[in-house]
């Protein structure tokens, strides 16, 4: 199967990419979040700025059905 990172569309809470994030690592979305968080208090805003650059640069997954990745073991 060929991986490919995408920001989310049904797993989101601001533009998608930790919910895109933990699909392709097949983690839960809220420990990515939570890692975000953490990382972002710890790195003085710089975390900030790379989501929104990540936003801006990962794709949004297409509509193209329902699946949600993570039958895909």
Known sequence: MNKKLTRSLTDK???GLC?????YF???ATLV???VAI???FSF???VF?????SLI??????GGFDDGFNNY
């Open 33 to 35: 979040r939570l890692i």
């Open 39 to 41: 990382a972002t208090i």
């Open 45 to 47: 805003g710089t975390v």
């Open 13 to 15: 809470k601001l533009t």
């Open 58 to 63: 990962v794709p949004q997954e297409s509509y």
């Open 19 to 23: 919910g895109g994030l933990a699909r």
């Open 26 to 28: 097949k983690v839960d």
């Open 50 to 54: 790379l989501y929104i650059i990540g």
